[in-house]
């Protein structure tokens, strides 16, 4: 068949699909925790009850993880409403309301995806909405990512079709004027990258696509992965034409099961319509890709120590160069790039380098898709134009910060990135501002945090989790780290002197100089970024012995304020596992500090009314 032909015949898939009544469901990873598998199969059931032969389709994230399980019901000549955090209990009232009835529900939807009007938001104008550019995200959500007719309906292919019909030296031309940098944190200039490739003497080539994503809180590939894996194929095999490969592979973690089950359908499905195997799409040009399953370890993302694993070995960075375009997989030239940098090619390719250019800042050019996570309102994933201000993420996208409550500040790109403050809340997420800041773009997780988070227990977080991840290798990251995360623990036990500002200060600057990799080179990043934002903090810790946020169990202390317990009441005493709480019913409760073990139960279960649970610090403020 040729391009032209499997092109009509997933158009008129897709027109029969919009014809009829369907359901679809969300149900990525974030979705099937949010009880996702549940609803779609009590809908099935409920459907099955009623005779009723609809089709209920499972599709990838929409990002808005937050309104988890999301339904959509579309109905024809009528409105496609988006339904969210469904429940079992409101299955039956869709089906009745909607399906078999007039009623849109309007008071499940979040909003509707075809008018605006009087029937509830119009989705594409949530706040949300207006400040995003969905140029990879926009299918997500929205076609079974398990259905490659589904994806080529929706453009899908098209970038293929026309790269195949153009030079590698053009394709090149074309990635590298779009200004395309690589997102896996770097930001090195893709189309570069491509032409070392190219121009590698060596043969065979190879086309890595980096799928680890160890970064805590980052969860963006997965998503790509879970629900539009198509995308990334596409881009791997433009990858592979321009380059001069014949052979590519998804490095992904074994932890997403998922992502690894729906990139597997995906790629068998692209074998079965011809565009992988010995002659894409009658080109003579042939590829191929297989999945390599990773076991997750951060390490194992850093290019080299990809490779290494890949080929069995423990994955270790090693030194560049040689570069991975000059001696990579096996020893061969071999192109690595993460999967959102794939994602973009086949939309450059179709749309041209000037539309992708036009988009961003100066120096970064597209969109940047960041997981937001953490004390947010509205957390789930987002795609916006390079350029837009960690503000407008917060409080236009993220929906702010939960309970009211003040932000305080994100941390940018996992642990290699930094903590940014509040007086930092208009930088542009782009790759240079955020260096400036002090921060980095990294993979592009962000975990927002308020006044009720400490910058110092944030940073001994990082730290510990580098610590654990580091190789070895390295004598400044193995030993280095560990010693930062020492003074770091001394400094939120109460135990800190003033001098350990200064020895991490120097500390840090040893092991980013002393460390082979980034992993080690950007472990200070953290203490830097808070020292440098939130000094007063240590000095609070290390000074007064107090912890300001209040959470540095060492430096706090539960307090039962006897002017407002409520006698009668004994909620207290009886959820306190270490039975620390000493009173009868009619007394005023008291914590007996040297049983307490601070695990903040009492607190969660003193009633609102009375309140009489508090946390002090520092602890020499303790009544006697
Ligand atoms: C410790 C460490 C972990 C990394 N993890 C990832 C990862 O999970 N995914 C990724 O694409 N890049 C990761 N990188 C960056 C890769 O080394 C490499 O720069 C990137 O995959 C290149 O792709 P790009 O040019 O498309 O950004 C990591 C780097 C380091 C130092
Ligand atoms: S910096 Fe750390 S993780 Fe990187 S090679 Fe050295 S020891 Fe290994
Ligand atoms: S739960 Fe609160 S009000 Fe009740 S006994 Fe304990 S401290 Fe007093």
């Known amino acids: 068949m040729t391009f032209r032909e499997v092109e009509d015949k997933a158009r008129s898939e897709w027109e029969t699909l919009q014809n009829r009544i369907y359901i679809t469901i969300s149900t ?28 209920v389709i499972e599709t990838g994230c929409m990002g808005l993880c937050y309104a988890e399980p999301l339904v959509t019901i579309s109905k ?33 939807a979040l909003g509707t995806l075809e008018t605006e009007g009087e029937n509830g938001p119009y989705i594409p104008e949530l706040s949300r909405f207006e400040h995003e550019l969905r140029l990879i995200l926009r299918r997500c959500g929205y076609i079974d990512p398990k259905n490659i007719y589904h994806y080529i309906a929706n453009g899908g292919y098209r970038g293929l079709d026309k790269a195949l019909r153009m030079s590698p030296e ?18 090195f200039p893709a189309g570069s990258k491509w032409e070392l490739c190219r121009t590698a003497k060596d043969t065979p080539k190879y086309v890595i696509c980096n799928g680890d994503e160890g970064d805590p809180g980052a969860f963006m590939d997965r998503v790509i992965l879970e629900s539009d894996p198509q995308q990334v194929i596409e881009g791997m095999i433009i990858a592979g034409y321009a380059i001069g490969a014949r052979e590519g592979y998804i490095y992904v973690r074994a932890e997403y099961p998922l992502a690894v089950e729906r990139t597997q359908v995906a790629l068998r499905q692209a074998k079965e319509l011809g565009f992988l195997g010995d002659d894409i799409m009658g080109s003579g040009f042939g590829f191929h890709i297989e999945i390599a399953k990773g076991a997750g370890a951060f390490v194992s993302g850093e290019a080299t120590a990809l490779v290494s694993a890949m ?49 961003g800042t100066k120096r970064s050019k597209g969109t940047a898709v960041f997981a937001l996570a953490g004390k947010v309102n509205n957390p789930g994933l987002t795609e916006v134009p390079m350029g837009t201000t960690l503000r407008e993420i917060v409080y236009d996208i993220a929906g702010g910060m939960q309970n009211g409550k003040r932000f305080k500040g994100v941390q940018i790109g996992g642990p290699s990135g930094g903590c940014l403050p509040e007086s930092l809340l208009d930088t542009p997420v782009d790759f240079d501002s955020l260096r400036e800041a002090g921060s980095m773009m990294g993979s592009g997780g962000m975990i927002f945090m308020d ?62 100089g002393g460390s082979l990799c980034g992993l080690g080179s950007t472990a200070p990043n953290p203490i830097l970024t808070t020292l440098r934002y939130f000094r007063d903090e240590y000095e609070a810790h290390i000074g007064e012995k107090r912890c300001p946020a209040l ?55 003193c009633p609102p009314e009375y309140n009489a649970v508090v946390k002090l610090s520092p602890i020499s403020e303790l009544p006697p």
Not at 312 to 341: D, F, I, Q
Not at 463 to 480: A, Q, W
Not at 493 to 507: P, T, W
Not at 585 to 598: R, T
Request: proline share 5%.
């Open 28 to 55: 990525a990873t974030c979705g099937r925790a949010a009880g996702a598998l549940d609803i779609a199969d009590l809908i099935n059931k409920e459907l099955a009850r009623r005779s009723m032969e609809i089709p």
């Open 76 to 108: 024809l000549e009528s409105l496609r409403i988006v339904y969210h955090n469904i429940t079992p209990e409101l299955v039956p009232r869709l089906i009745d309301g909607y399906i078999l009835g007039d009623d849109p529900c309007l008071e499940l």
């Open 170 to 187: 053009e394709i090149i031309g074309k990635v590298k004027g779009s200004g395309l940098r690589g997102r896996g944190g770097a930001g």
């Open 311 to 359: 080929e069995g070995r423990r994955s270790e960075p090693r030194p560049r160069p040689p570069r991975l375009a000059e001696a990579g997989l096996w020893a061969k030239p071999t192109l690595l790039n993460n999967v959102k940098t794939f994602s973009y090619v086949p939309l450059i390719i179709e749309w041209g380098a000037d539309w992708f250019s036009g988009i």
């Open 451 to 512: 006044e009720g988070d400490c910058a110092v227990d944030t940073a001994e977080f990082f730290l510990d989790f580098v610590t654990r991840e580091s190789c070895g290798k390295c004598t400044m990251c193995r030993l280095g780290t560990l010693h930062l995360l020492h003074i770091l623990e001394d400094i939120t036990k109460g135990r800190g002197k003033m001098e350990d500002i200064d020895l991490l200060l120097a500390l840090a600057e040893d092991v980013k």
């Open 551 to 605: 959470v540095c169990k060492e430096l706090i202390a539960y307090y039962i304020l006897p002017e407002k317990c409520d006698r009668g009441c004994e909620h207290c005493v009886l959820v306190c596992p270490t039975e620390a709480i000493k009173g009868g019913k009619g007394e005023v409760k008291v914590i007996d500090q040297n049983k307490c073990s601070k695990c903040s139960s009492c607190l969660q279960v």
